[in-house]
């Protein structure tokens, strides 16, 4: 089966909503514009939007896209549900570290919009919602935040969900209000 586009990647465009296959006998929103070729992918086939005249390739659509080393995103995956470090998964997959937290963060982003498609396709039905959270840290004691989520009650489908960055409380030593000061006034000047 060959690829074909199902929105143009240009937000502008008329044509970016659109998430459906052309039905039968609906003319294309785009055209074909030739090939390149490439050391990784072998020919790669260029397209071009019809309305806007934005033009694309198939690579445009991959999670790799403009990346150097192309990773599995499944064994990125498996080593983060293992509980693998990212430091360790990049010493495993021959990468670097920021690399990995790219490749974390662009499945997050595909993780998002899934849900996000999932909800846009869920019935509407009267259900009881049950909103809960806790709160954790990251990094250090000095970075708390709070995670809050809305899910139906009999369905277990999550249904909304955030992340909210606090300032630290709670008894502190002198010394230890100082450095909290400090790495607030950091975060404030970035």
Same mark, same amino acid.
């Given at each position: ?24 006998? %609906? ?15 072998? @020919? ?10 934005? +033009?694309?390739?198939?690579? +445009? ?20 549900? +293992? ?33 996000? =498609? ?9 259900? @009881? ?6 709160? +954790? ?18 369905? %277990? ?10 300032? =630290? ?11 909290? %000061?400090?790495? @607030? ?6």
């Amino acid at each position: 089966m060959s690829f074909v586009p199902l929105f143009c990647p240009n937000p502008e465009c008329a044509h970016h909503h659109r998430r459906t296959p052309l039905l039968p006998g %609906e003319k294309s929103w785009f055209r074909i514009k030739g090939r390149f070729s490439t050391h990784r992918n072998g @020919e790669v086939q260029r397209y071009q939007c019809k309305h806007c005249g934005h +033009t694309f390739s198939q690579q +445009t659509f991959s999670v790799d896209y403009r990346l150097r080393h192309p990773v599995k995103c499944s064994q990125v995956l498996a080593s983060l549900f +293992t509980g693998q470090g990212q430091r360790q998964l990049a010493r495993v997959l021959g990468i670097g570290e920021n690399a990995v937290a790219c490749r974390l963060s662009r499945l997050g982003a595909q993780a998002l919009a899934a849900h996000a =498609r999932f909800l846009e396709q869920l019935p509407q039905a009267d259900t @009881e919602i049950v909103f809960d959270g806790f709160e +954790t840290f990251v990094k250090s004691q000095y970075h708390p935040l709070n995670v809050n989520l809305m899910v139906g009650k009999r369905a %277990e489908v999550v249904y909304g969900f955030n992340l909210v960055f606090l300032k =630290r409380k709670g008894r502190m030593t002198p010394s230890q209000k100082a450095k909290r %000061e400090e790495i @607030e006034s950091r975060i404030v000047r970035q």
